[in-house]
């Protein structure tokens, strides 16, 4: 069973570009969060999904930021006109619908914007 | 709202004694308790987690932890680490509760092992 897949694993930007990350949650899971990591900080919560629903999105900044989980394809975290202080890494999890006590994390996507 | 506190930013320790990462935390609400690993440039692994029952809990690599209710803390300790073990934990916390909810992470301890 492969575990929580994100990609990009870096991905580098401009300053007004748009950065799009994607998640691939374990088989079987339908639940996904998705936390930023700021450099020498620990991680923050940035929104809970499930499949094409937002349950949670108290932790997005209010412009630029949105995500998804459609039904079909993994989710998204995109980013609009990216600043330098969006630079972090953006780490996804996931946990499955009956069993919702532990999140298994993915690798992370290293988002760099010069 | 919930909290963690990690009060030490970082742990030197030689190799093969004992070490003790602590980890406190404050909510309103009943909790399950969690500590994550991150290696370098890596994801975050589970170490170990406290849902209910016996306070002590064993995890991977020779991990464990011991829930205090009363002083509201979640402390990881190992008795003999190794030079592998170098490595940021971070404590985490969410809200005890049947449907899933985010996790609120402490800001890490760094662990350096030497020899």
């Known amino acids: 069973n492969a575990g929580v897949m994100q990609n990009p694993r870096h991905l580098v930007r401009r300053r007004g570009q748009e950065a799009r990350l994607r998640c691939s949650p374990m088989?079987?899971?339908?639940?996904v969060y998705w936390y930023r990591q700021l450099p020498e900080e620990g991680l923050k919560f940035m929104v809970y999904?499930?499949?094409?629903?937002?349950?949670?999105e108290s932790g997005m900044p209010k412009e630029r930021f949105s995500a998804e989980f459609p039904k079909e394809g993994p989710s998204i975290l995109r980013i609009q006109q990216v600043v330098r202080g969006d630079s972090a890494a953006y780490f996804c999890?996931?946990?499955?619908?009956?069993?919702?006590?532990?999140?298994?994390f993915g690798p992370g996507t290293r988002l760099t914007v010069l | 709202a919930q909290s963690v506190t990690q009060l030490d930013s970082q742990v030197p320790v030689f190799e093969e004694a004992p070490v003790e990462l602590r980890c406190n935390y404050s909510?309103?609400?009943?909790?399950?308790l969690f500590w994550y690993v991150q290696y370098p440039n890596q994801g975050l692994q589970l170490l170990l987690k406290?849902?209910?029952?016996?306070?002590l809990v064993k995890g991977i690599n020779g991990f464990e932890a011991e829930f205090n209710k009363s002083q509201t803390s979640f402390h990881l300790r190992k008795p003999s680490v190794h030079i592998s073990d170098t490595a940021e934990y971070f404590c985490?916390?969410?809200?005890?509760?049947?449907?899933?909810?985010?996790?609120?992470f402490g800001t890490g301890t760094r662990l350096q092992v030497t020899l």
């Open positions: 088989k079987g899971h339908s639940h």
């Open positions: 985490a916390v969410r809200n005890y509760t049947g449907t899933a909810s985010k996790l609120t």
């Open positions: 999890a996931s946990s499955p619908p009956f069993h919702a006590d532990t999140q298994y």
């Open positions: 406290y849902l209910s029952g016996s306070t």
């Open positions: 909510s309103s609400v009943s909790v399950y």
């Open positions: 999904l499930q499949k094409e629903n937002i349950i949670d």
